[in-house]
């Protein structure tokens, strides 16, 4: 069983790569709704983002509003996104810290959430 979800984290983790790499972007996390990260790539405190978009979302939902993405941006133009989505009921998040300037990132963030989701989904 802990083969099988330390292959899944690295299958995770290569779709992760990739999405920085096609989309020229710092980091990227998928972790839990607690905050907990499951797959990693990039350069950032991902632990740190995991939790602290954790906690966002928490608020968000106190103010009656289920967030599907928030954006922060910082002083110098760094964002960071994320995107929320589900795998068989359990709400997962995927964060990304991207440079100052235009990146598009919807579709690339799309195509990874939706490869992510068939990685995690139980078999039916």
Do not use: C
């Not at 980091?27 to 990039?42: C, H, Q, Y």
């Not at 068989?88 to 195509?111: F, K, M, V």
């Amino acid at each position: 069983m802990a083969e099988t979800e330390n292959s899944r984290q690295k299958h995770i983790e290569a779709i992760l790569k990739a999405l920085l790499k096609q989309g020229g972007f710092f980091s990227a996390v998928v972790a839990s709704n607690e905050g907990l990260p499951l797959a990693t790539a990039g350069n950032a405190d991902t632990t740190l983002i995991a939790a602290v978009a954790a906690a966002i979302k928490r608020l968000a939902e106190r103010a009656q509003h289920a967030p599907a993405e928030i954006t922060s941006r910082s002083v110098s133009g760094e964002q960071i996104i994320i995107r929320y989505f589900s795998v068989d009921d359990e709400l997962l998040l995927l964060s990304l810290t991207i440079p100052a300037g235009r990146h598009p990132y919807r579709r690339l963030t799309h195509r990874a959430i939706r490869d992510i989701q068939k990685i995690l989904s139980k078999p039916s």
